[in-house]
């Protein structure tokens, strides 16, 4: 079956560092990958998605590429702030499948200033 | 952006109650999800359905049961609450480019 593992949390990191969570996936076909971020007191909203392999997903300074041959979608962003504190979601969707994604666990980033 | 809607954001009831967690999305979607969010933050599947009049169990047993007799209606109800169903209830939705909308959550506590 499809699986998805993210690195543990929490990721703590000062305001303006370097910020990478891992994301590593295993699936039977040609997947769909996003990150989800998880704001507190709030439903998960859609950060980024790639949908075949080399293609890059960014939005709002968060980058991750889709390596097919290391079968992972790491989330990285060059200058974290402390608004980024939020919980992170890796998951994926595979194509001609069910319409059921798969979730990571979930990575908890804190930012300090 | 999002137009899917969860009510009541927080619910304090007593063992034994019948409860109804409402979700409704405005944007037409075939497919709906309810999630169960863990004090841990994993998310669980509890149910999910892909249109009018279907509806499927998911992952996670739960003694929960949904309804979907309306395209943009997707209730969950717990027939009698538990101290064991405290948690944090997702509603989502998606259409054809599969991206999940999700409402901001229903936090249960039963005492």
């Known amino acids: 079956g499809n699986s998805v593992t993210q690195m543990e949390g929490p990721v703590t990191l000062s305001e303006e560092a370097f910020l990478t969570i891992n994301c590593t996936y295993t699936a039977t076909g040609y997947p769909s990958l996003f990150w989800y971020v998880q704001y507190p007191g709030e439903g998960l909203q859609l950060l980024l998605k790639?949908?075949?392999?080399?293609d890059k997903g960014s939005n709002k300074g968060f980058e991750a590429t889709y390596r097919k041959e290391t079968t992972s979608f790491h989330l990285e962003k060059g200058s974290v702030q402390v608004s980024d504190s939020a919980v992170y979601f890796c998951?994926?969707?595979?194509?001609?499948?069910?319409?059921?994604?798969?979730f990571g666990r979930g990575t908890s980033l804190i930012v300090h200033p | 952006e999002a137009d899917i809607y969860q009510t009541p954001r927080y619910l304090v009831i007593g063992t034994g109650k019948k409860i109804t967690l409402e979700c409704s999305q405005t944007?037409?979607?075939?497919?709906m999800y309810w999630y169960q969010q863990d004090p841990g933050m994993e998310l669980h599947l509890i149910h999910y359905s892909y249109g009018v009049n279907s509806t499927e169990k998911g992952d996670l047993s739960s003694e929960s049961t949904v309804s979907r007799i309306r395209t943009e209606h997707f209730p969950l109800t717990l027939e009698s609450a538990r101290p064991s169903h405290t948690s944090q209830y997702l509603c989502a939705s998606t259409g054809h480019n599969e991206k999940l909308f999700f409402g901001s959550g229903t936090q249960l506590s039963v005492l």
């Open positions: 790639a949908t075949k392999a080399d």
């Open positions: 944007m037409g979607h075939d497919k």
């Open positions: 998951a994926l969707r595979e194509s001609g499948g069910s319409y059921i994604p798969t």
